[in-house]
């Protein structure tokens, strides 16, 4: 009885990462054609760089982390 429980719960972290892929596939994909042409690549991953640099500044300041002047 037991052992067809810790089956299926073993079973579980086999779901969660298809359901991440499968997010991260879905939201991404769009961006797979982008990254052909140079201009558009060079473009997206200062577009990407950017934002990165955005979110880590923003939080460090919220946080308290580095001094604000």
């Known amino acids: ?18 359901i991440v892929l499968g997010i991260f596939f879905s939201a991404f994909g ?5 990254w052909k ?8 991953v200062g577009f990407l760089v950017g934002t990165v640099m955005v979110v880590v500044f923003t ?5 308290g982390l580095t001094p604000v002047t």
Not at 1 to 18: A, E, L, Q, W
Request: net charge positive; hydrophobic share 55%.
């Open 1 to 18: 009885m037991f052992g067809d429980f810790f089956d299926n719960i073993g079973r579980y972290p086999s779901y969660f990462v298809t």
């Open 30 to 34: 769009w961006l797979a054609p982008l």
């Open 37 to 44: 042409r140079p201009v558009t690549a060079v473009a997206l």
């Open 59 to 63: 939080l460090r300041a919220m946080l």
